[in-house]
């Protein structure tokens, strides 16, 4: 009786409050005699009001908005991904989206679709939107300067950065001198409009910079850490100018800037010498995730949100203030990564697209419908470039860098990126810029942006360094190489395990590199940090197993293609990797959507769509691991871990003879470790191969009593428990996926291991 007791309690009071409901609506229409209500206008079928009803809906401000940003998120997520495709920073391409979802393209041909997925009158909430995002990321990149790097590594770094302003702003002025009565509003001054130019020439995009160092693996080389201290000195010093422009502008003379400027700098004076010891103070009391309370939280939000509103007020942006409040957070990295985490994919994911939006919708590339506007862009790309590039590179050279280093720092320092879109916006937004030259400079951020990696490419072909010829001897001796490519420590150290297995006695002739790469989410200042954390297991497991091992740690755009460049040049025997699985595998939605771990592949669609693969085509492996399978050379052991302890006890079955390849690695594992193997012919087909019972037999006579070929028909859940691991070829592991084999529920780790050139 007692397991029913809560089924008649609910019945019981669902239906007692049921009729309560249902009586009191009954006898309260007796309520509204004498009462007039007006009944809805009906214009036909019931049907009928119900599609009204919904277009009605369709046309709420509410809805207008939400689909809006999710047309916003999908287009800049599809532009992000194929520019990071073509080498270039997804910022790129997220700035393109806007634009051709923008009168430029999408509003052009298609104008009615336009007109009603972004109305004009629904540009106000954008707008506010875009704003806010702005706000937030500006947090980010005051959070993201390292102001003791700063400290310790200013000398040069400033000389830099400053000629890095000073020449490009210099240059801006000249140039406004020449386009001011042709480009500038009536009523805007020339002081207004030359100090715009200017600073809008003087910009790098500091965030995007280190994202790119981070790709290219520079940023723990001494040039890496120069450019970075550079980038960071410029933004500060260029946010700072343009506070003062901003308050010049605004004023419209120098005489009346000053008492925005004299409020300006007691404002920062308030946040260094008060707020910023404040929060330190409680920084250092909540330095850990457990105890950052939600009102601990709540105090540096209201900081952020009180920074901004005192910088608005005061006639200098609200952006300055975002800066501001994220550069006095305190200097504790694991405290900055939290707040990072608690702000960034907000910022970045959801608002930031919508302000590329906002910006492409207010970019028209129409305007410049004449040759001559296009000589003037070509011009402004050409002082902006020679301003930027020319200055750092110069300066660097000055201050002692190489001739090579010059010139890198000089193309990392051109990068422009959204900073300058955040430029050009504030002096689109004063009337400083018409929408001319507005569309002018936004082509500029993108060239100069776009130009940064075959800049730097070409760089390191001029100044590359002829290899030297491999010596005969390191020929012939050639060591075993194994990659191991990781996403946890925790399948780092099994990887490890299972490579430790293959090479044990090999000492000097077999090396391990443990690879962990991770996307651009790791910020620079705790990069040391995040790396130890990812390598410690690892390397106190190599310890404990007295295995050599080289570590790699990047950050990187495109993960699966980095680990398959990463295989082939380093020329690897074997690349191990642990299988990863689609958060919708199996699933309709994921086979229409081309849904995976990284949310949505428009390069699955595309292949999709293009008829590259079948919509219904089921396969053993996710898309990362055919991904990098099929852009690898070298050799790949695929594992499917189940807490692997040891690999003393191996079975490996052969479907037919082309698995013959499996035997090099049984024959490394019991040389190596000492290993018992299983060889089971699972068809009865090698039995009657020669080459295989006779490579088997030759194992047999090295390493007698460890090998065993059993003709087995179906495995029971007994045998497999009796195993350590499996190995199996992709062939097979295909064909036992698609036959639905019942004993692979029973399997124990595995690894799925593809053919080579023996």
Partial sequence: MKKFRNSFFYLGIIGFFSVLIFGVIHYGKGLQAGRQFKMPASNGSQWQEFLNSMQANLGHPLAILLIQIVTIILVARMFG????????????????????????????????FSATLFPTESFGNLKILSQFGLIMFMFVVGMELDLKVLRTKAKDAVVISHASIIIPFALGLVLAYFIYETFAPANVRFTSFGLFMGI????????????????????????????????????????????????????????????????????????????????????DLHAVRENLSKSVVAIFFLTLLLSSFATEVIGIHALFGAFMAGAIMPENTKFRSIFIEKVEDVALVL????????????????????????????????????????????????????????????????????????????????????????????????????????????????FRKKPEPVPYEVKENRKFKILLSFDTPQSGKA?????????????????????????????????????????????????????PVTTLFKAATDI???????????????????????????????KLLGFTTRIINPEKILNTVTGKEKLFETSPFDERTRLIMARSNTPIGIFINKDLKRVNNICVPLLDANDSYLITYVQKLIHNNGAQVTVLDINGEIKNDANIKERIRSIEQMAPNHINLLQLATIDSQFMQLHDLMIVSMDSWTKLTEDDSPWLAHIPSTLIVSRFEE
């Fill in 81 to 112: 991904w194929a520019f990071k495709k073509i080498g270039q920073p997804a910022v790129i391409g997220e700035i393109i989206a806007g634009i051709v979802l923008g009168p430029s393209l999408f509003g052009l041909y298609f104008p009615d």
């Fill in 200 to 283: 809008a020439l003087s910009i790098t995009a500091f965030p995007v910079l280190a994202r790119i160092l981070q790709e290219r693996g520079i940023n723990k080389t001494r040039l890496g850490s120069v450019v970075i201290t550079c980038a960071a000195a410029d933004d500060i010093t260029a946010w700072c100018i343009l506070a003062i422009v901003i308050a010049i502008v605004k004023a419209g003379t120098f005489v009346s800037a000053l008492y925005t400027i004299v409020a300006a700098i007691a404002y920062v004076l308030l946040m260094i010498k008060v707020v910023r010891p404040f929060l330190k103070r409680v920084g």
């Fill in 351 to 462: 608002l930031l697209p919508i302000f590329f939006v906002y910006t492409g919708l207010r970019t028209e590339i129409g305007l410049l419908n004449d040759p001559y506007l296009w000589k003037v862009t070509g011009v402004i790309i050409l002082v902006a470039v020679a301003g930027k590039f020319l200055g750092s590179a110069i300066a660097a050279r000055f201050v002692g860098q190489n001739w090579k280093d010059s010139l890198i720092i000089g193309a990392l320092m051109n990068t422009r990126g959204l900073m300058e879109l955040v430029v050009l916006n504030i002096g689109y937004d004063l009337g400083v810029l018409t929408p001319q030259i507005f569309a002018m400079m936004v082509i500029m951020a993108l060239a100069t942006t776009m130009m940064t990696g075959p800049a730097l490419d070409l760089i390191n072909f001029i």
């Fill in 495 to 547: 990887l490890l395990l299972l490579a430790n297995s293959l090479v044990k006695k090999l000492g000097k002739n077999a090396s391990v590199t443990a690879m962990h790469l991770t996307p651009h989410q790791v910020h620079h200042f705790n990069e040391e940090d995040y790396e130890q954390e990812s390598f410690t297991p690892v390397v106190e497991e190599a310890q404990k197993l007295n295995q």
């Fill in 560 to 590: 699966d293609t980095e680990i398959a460049e990463v295989a082939n040049k380093g020329e690897y025997d074997l690349l191990l990797m642990n299988m990863s699985e689609s958060i919708f595998e199996g699933t309709l939605l994921g």
